[in-house]
């Protein structure tokens, strides 16, 4: 039997459903604009005024600006470089570095987006972010995460999980985007690339992962698609918990469990229901017996009987 109880956002599972279950889907859509088709890397910024964000166009090598709603706002030409992989806003010196995964280099621009000097680490590098200190940007081919100084000397070479594609700090880790296209997971690091969490599935939310950005003002991360064109707002919530001595998985803004296929559910299926924050939005697919989703409920937390306090019993 396959028994489910939601205790603040929380939901216990039996051996039959496991962590690969969940999917995680996007909060909130927002289309780029319309000759920004090839998307492959974000920052934002919030240096002496509004939040901005910045999208690279690996294939005109332009940056494109849009503002704390996602409306365009202006274009910048890098004058450098041919496949742009990743950009970073450098907070301390209201910098900007595009790095280029063909020509093997780095390139610093000022806030104006006025081309400054340039590094080469090597090619094959992809995403970029900073934690105030040094640089960090992923090796694809080796599987690795590498670190530079600020002057773009090599420090450290990490292990991470397989295909990375881009990274970003939020202060405390670091999320790092892996995996082919159709299949990429995010993944959780600390500062020394210790992984702190299970994976977060976006696979079934977004086809072509190329780039990712944690927001400071909001504290919401953005995934570029590039299969449509848009970025996508993400919660990255706590993965899994201890909840009553059991596994738990904590059920965030987004977040979906794809259930194996009904005719293979042994015994009886049940589901208890818990008051859920009303500000987030989680429900269940059910597959059938082929696999494909048949059944989509959605959990609208003002239906919810229940104030919590009962451990077992919703009514």
Known sequence: MALFKAERQSWNFSSSIDYSDFRLYSIMDYALHVNNTVPNGICSEITGGPLLYWVLNSANQTVYEYNAA???????????????????????????????????????YNSAWVYQTEFSPGAGLYGLTNDGSYFYTCHNATNTVKKYNGAWVLQETFNVESSPLEIDWDGTYFYVVCGADDNQKVYKYDSNFNLKSDYYDISSAVSQGRGINWNSVDSYFYVLDGSDDKAKKFEFGPNLASLSGHNAIVMYN??????????????????????????????????????????????????IIGDGTDALDPA
Request: negative net charge; proline residues 3%.
């Open 254 to 303: 987004g977040m979906r469990a794809t259930l194996a296929p009904i005719n293979q559910i042994a015994g009886n299926f049940e589901l208890y229901l818990r008051a859920i924050d009303p500000t987030s939005k989680v429900g269940i697919i059910l597959r059938d017996g082929a696999g494909n989703a048949c059944i989509n409920i959605s959990i609208d937390a003002d239906k």
């Open 70 to 108: 996602w409306a365009f706002q202006s274009t910048f030409a890098l004058g450098r470089g041919t496949s742009p992989s990743g950009i970073d806003h450098v907070a301390g010196d209201d910098t900007y570095w595009v790095i280029d995964s063909a020509t093997g280099k780095v390139y610093k």
